[in-house]
């Protein structure tokens, strides 16, 4: 029967039906929305971004209380990847990379070094898989912000404890290319910091901006390509040592024995990692280090500990606190204190 309006009681549930039906479509939508606007999402569409954009761009380096200003070109193809790195500040100097190999130009020294293709070290570089960090750090929307000329997100992952570093990035809102990433201490203050000024992101690459400006002509080369004095990788699964106290999400993701560079007398180096943060464990003999570190050494991010266990040099480093480095040397101890 109609109502006094003239509407059907049949329509206005119909009518009730749909608004309900919508209502509950948009909630689903926006809750999807949030789940990819989530911080996770932003930093590995970041991860992304540097790894498949192609992108030239100025930036400043600010570490060491020293600044150093630099030009990055990024190109991806079918070929591969393939980058530039300018120093534009101090000596003249150039690193080029590819999927095989990296090319460093010095002319300070007068030498080219040649050697097997490694992660870039002027961002740093955040896991795809993120999980792996949920123990110990947290994942945080930081607000909004402009860099570059870019509107960006600022995402921060802050440490648990007091035993790694946090960071915070600026990240393009359309590209999600990296603008700005800070490295902070326990203290929340930057110690490290990237900054692009001047950035061109989808760039059109011409080759010739990927060719070295420095010729290396009359240079010393040095290749690293078949250092016979790399560590042996057999060794991998068996350090003849031990560290017995590691901050809580480190684990042991590389032991090798070898002679490291030059030296004479052969190393055990083991390598922690709590997914982000890394630390490395060398360990000689005494008397084969003319100028062994005793105590505590930093500059910047970076920290040292030294320590002399059973007639071994113990050095930890790593880009972790003082009091990281200091507690893993001093719990450094033999497999087998009476196999020599």
């Known amino acids: 029967m109609p109502d006094g309006s003239g509407m059907s009681a049949g329509k206005v549930s119909g009518h ?8 509950t479509l948009l909630t689903a939508l926006s809750a999807q929305v949030r789940a990819d606007d989530s911080p996770r999402q932003w930093l590995d569409d970041m991860s992304s971004a540097l790894e498949t954009l192609n992108y030239d761009g100025t930036f400043v380096y600010l570490h060491n209380n020293r600044l150093e200003t630099m030009r990055i070109i990024h190109r991806v193809d079918k070929g ?15 690193v080029l990379r590819d999927d095989k190999a990296v090319t460093c130009i010095m002319t300070d020294n007068k030498s080219v070094m040649v050697g097997h293709s490694r992660p870039r070290r002027h961002f740093h570089v955040v896991p795809r898989d993120l999980d792996r960090l949920n123990a110990n750090y947290t994942f945080e929307d930081a607000g909004k912000d402009r860099m570059a000329g870019y509107p960006a997100r600022v995402i921060a992952i802050r440490p648990r404890d007091t035993l790694r570093y946090g960071y915070r990035f600026w990240i393009d809102r359309d590209s ?3 603008l700005k990433s800070d490295l902070t201490g326990v203290d929340g203050k930057p110690i490290e910091q990237v900054m692009f000024t001047a950035l061109k992101i989808g760039a059109d690459i011409p080759p010739g901006d990927l060719q070295p400006s420095l010729n290396g002509d009359g240079y010393s080369w040095h290749s690293q390509m078949n250092d016979t004095h790399r560590p042996d990788p057999q060794r991998d699964a068996h350090p003849d040592w031990h ?21 004479q007398a052969e190393t055990e180096h083991m390598v922690f990692s709590d997914g982000l943060a890394t630390v490395s464990v060398y360990i000689e003999d005494a008397d084969s280090v003319h100028h062994p570190l005793l105590g505590h050494s930093g500059m910047g991010a970076m920290n040292a500990y030294g320590a002399q266990v059973d007639g071994h040099q113990i ?7 003082e009091a990281t480095v200091k507690m893993i040397a001093r719990s450094v101890q033999r497999t087998d204190p009476k196999d020599d």
């Open 243 to 263: 560290v017995m106290h590691l901050p809580p999400g480190f684990t042991l993701s590389s032991s090798q024995h070898g002679r490291m560079h030059d030296a």
């Open 80 to 94: 591969g990847v393939r980058e530039r790195l300018v120093s534009l500040t101090g000596s003249a100097r150039e």
């Open 315 to 321: 050095t930890v480093v790593g880009e972790v606190p």
């Open 16 to 23: 009730a039906t749909a608004s309900w039906l919508l209502l």
């Open 176 to 178: 999600h290319m990296l």
